[in-house]
């Protein structure tokens, strides 16, 4: 008797604990002798919505390897977020290269007052009423992902 035809080939996709968020994907260059050549760079925010919170990036040649291996890569690098109820236990500061992020607790029912890359990261750490403020002139969202994640880490 033949063997039933299996196209998972013995792999099967398990449920992640973590939600994943996709913050960028850039094309980037490298300039070789016959000319460029070209691969993605991902940015992936990864959390739980129960304090745990990461970013990774990786590049590969093509978009979905790229951000498999962010998501592989922030597994790595898992941060425990301090959380009062449902919003932080007090203001923060934090700047990474061109990019200063302030973030401040909100009363409950507030919502998440926050833009772009920030929102997405507090939303992923289980943190449901925040105020923020991106305060530089930077639209950098690499460098706004490792700042906001780097003043989650000043919590105390």
């Known amino acids: 008797m033949a063997k039933p ?3 998972s080939r013995g792999r ?3 449920k992640s604990e973590f939600d994943q968020r996709v ?3 850039a094309r980037v260059a490298r300039v070789m002798a016959g000319g460029r050549r070209f691969s993605f760079r991902a940015t992936v925010a990864i959390g739980d919505r129960k ?5 990774g990036i990786a590049k590969a040649n093509d978009v979905s390897r790229a951000i498999n291996k962010a998501v592989v890569q922030a597994k790595k690098d898992i941060t425990e977020v301090k959380i009062k109820e449902t919003t932080i236990p007090h203001e923060v500061y934090s700047k990474f290269g061109a990019a200063r992020v302030f973030l401040k607790p909100a009363q ?3 919502g998440i007052v926050a833009g772009g890359v920030v929102r997405v990261i507090c939303d992923l750490a289980g943190i449901s009423d925040i105020v923020s403020k991106v305060v530089s002139r930077s639209t950098n969202k690499l460098n706004n992902a490792i700042a906001t994640i780097e003043a989650l880490k000043k919590l105390k």
């Open 108 to 110: 409950k029912g507030r």
């Open 12 to 14: 099967e996709k398990e």
């Open 51 to 55: 304090r745990r919170v990461a970013i």
């Open 23 to 25: 913050i960028d994907v």
């Open 5 to 7: 035809f299996r196209r």
